[in-house]
């Protein structure tokens, strides 16, 4: 297939990588010249805005930020889908809200294209290895043409039926247990350095025990290890659980440990830490209580 991405970061470069592995015709667009770079010296075809993709693309993979930038890479002045031949698939992989997905969905529709509601969970690691799991909605004839991307870029796509934001909803729900989880995890380990703890002997301890979990399985070595390098960082969090906070809202639906997530990932971008490793909300317990964390190794 002759295949877009859209945004070659921690997720779309492995997304992409694994696509051109598998004989895919790729082109990444992409703004930074180093990650372009990057790519083009696997084999991949590189471009600078979405304008100047290919116009006879089979399927556009978006790996944007929010909503407003996957509008703004299809429909914006300088999006694709204007220049490009009617029918390919549209996969918008970016965590958005559910009625955001629902008007992108009629948008593309109506601009005779076909979309797959298709956030993914994984991380930068899951991406890398193609080992994603998709939160999939669209119709038959979309996941019909996706096919070949997403048994590329996954090994477990969830089909949550024909409606656009189905998926997105799914989504918002894990991206509510993640934030949650990562915040809680951050706090555990703090109290425990407070009380006295050795941190690598908490990890092992609990990891072992039944107050563990796959974020905190996950996100304490880079605490550990003191590297704030982001997989993903804390800013994804603040968005993503306002989110999940706005539907609540709309919902009239009460998230107390959302909320209070939310308050902890605002408190760490507030103190300079946005663009860290989103495990690094820790450093509001650093800022709070004058804990040691752990100095990179």
Sequence with gaps: MKVGVIGLGNMGMGAALNLLHKQHDVTGCELREETRAAFAAEGGKVVVSPDALPTDLDAVVVFVINAAQTEQVL?????????????????????????????????????????????VSGGASGAKAGTMTVMGSGSDAAFAKAGPVLDAISTKVWRLGDEIGVGSTVKMVNQLLAGVHIATAA??????????????????????????????????????????????????????????????RALTFPLPMA???????????????????????????EQLTGIELPEKK
């Design 75 to 119: 429909f914006g002045e300088k999006g694709c889908l204007a220049r490009m031949d009617k029918g390919a698939v549209i996969l918008c992989c970016a965590t958005i809200a559910p009625e955001a997905a629902k008007a992108l969905g009629r948008k593309i529709e109506d601009a005779g294209f076909l979309m797959v509601d298709s956030p």
């Design 259 to 285: 909320a209070a997530a939310h308050q902890l990932f605002l408190a760490a971008a507030a103190n300079g830490q946005g663009l860290k490793d989103d495990s690094f909300v820790i450093r509001v317990w």
């Design 187 to 248: 706090e555990a380990l703090a109290l425990g350095i407070r009380a006295g703890a050795d941190p690598e002997t908490l990890y092992k301890v609990i990891s072992e025990s039944a107050g563990s979990s796959w974020m905190w399985q996950n996100r304490v070595p880079h605490i550990l290890a003191g590297d704030d390098t982001p997989s993903s960082a804390v800013n994804i969090f603040v968005k993503d659980l306002g989110i999940v906070l706005d539907q609540a």
